[in-house]
């Protein structure tokens, strides 16, 4: 079952390589996922999952070893899932910048709290679809955690990546609130229509961890939200 979940965001210039000169801008968000992440080392899982958004080509599952990098953003930087032998994946199937990010976060924390494997699920997908492969994800062992990366709405200012959309700052408020206070319903009930109209990347993986989190009783804290480029970004940690 679900013992704990950390909630983090997944923008590339959350490393501080990729940002450069704007990387203290992001202390506070890094600060609050390692944060998260020391949550779900105490909970001593046998399986870590991490979970983020990703298109249908990238949808499916990524085995420990698994390799990505940060090229695509013009960095030489790569990464590895976990503590698995390392492999360069299949034509088209590298790490998707969500898990890389993801990859990212669990090297600077120094994970070895458990095996660790990925997971894209489709940013089209049904709120039902991502409850049900929430639920199957935490019946793969007595102990699962879960490492959740997504963004909410980049349409909250005139300069965000999808410009401004008066429903933005709503939509990403329902989201933190739900998050912050693990309230299943709420992620339930969160528009998939409205998500992608916003540009809310987050939204399937937050809705995947609502499904895995029934009947486990956990509780949430919100440990971060701001929107410094435009783009809704939050940190909670459930245990």
């Known amino acids: 079952m679900l013992v704990a979940a950390a909630v983090c965001p997944c923008p590339p210039l959350l490393v501080p390589d990729v940002a450069a000169g704007a990387a203290p801008e992001l202390d506070a968000a890094r600060d609050a996922c390692l944060d998260a992440l020391g949550v779900l080392a105490a909970a001593r899982p046998d399986l870590l999952v991490v979970v983020g958004p990703g298109d249908e080509r990238a949808a499916g599952a990524y085995p420990a070893g698994a390799r990505g990098s940060f090229r695509g953003v013009g960095v030489d930087l790569d990464v590895t899932l976990g503590d698995g032998p390392g492999y360069d994946a299949p034509a088209g199937r590298p790490l998707p910048q969500s898990l890389a990010v993801g990859a990212w976060l669990l090297g600077r924390a ?106 486990a009783g956990l509780a949430g804290r919100l440990l971060y939200e701001d929107a410094p480029y435009g783009v809704g970004y939050t940190v909670a940690a459930w245990s």
């Open 110 to 215: 120094h994970w070895t709290g458990a095996p660790v494997e990925g997971l894209v699920v489709g940013t089209r997908s049904s709120a039902g679809e991502c409850a049900e492969t929430g639920g199957a994800l935490a019946r793969r062992a007595e102990r699962v955690a879960l490492l959740v990366m997504g963004d909410g709405s980049a349409r909250r200012t005139l300069k965000a990546p999808g410009y401004l959309d008066e429903r933005a700052a709503g939509f990403d408020a329902r989201a933190t609130e739900a998050l912050g206070s693990a309230d299943l319903d709420a992620l339930a009930a969160l528009d998939a229509t409205l998500g992608h109209e916003l540009q809310a990347a987050g939204r399937a993986p937050w809705q995947l961890l609502g499904g895995a989190a029934r009947g």
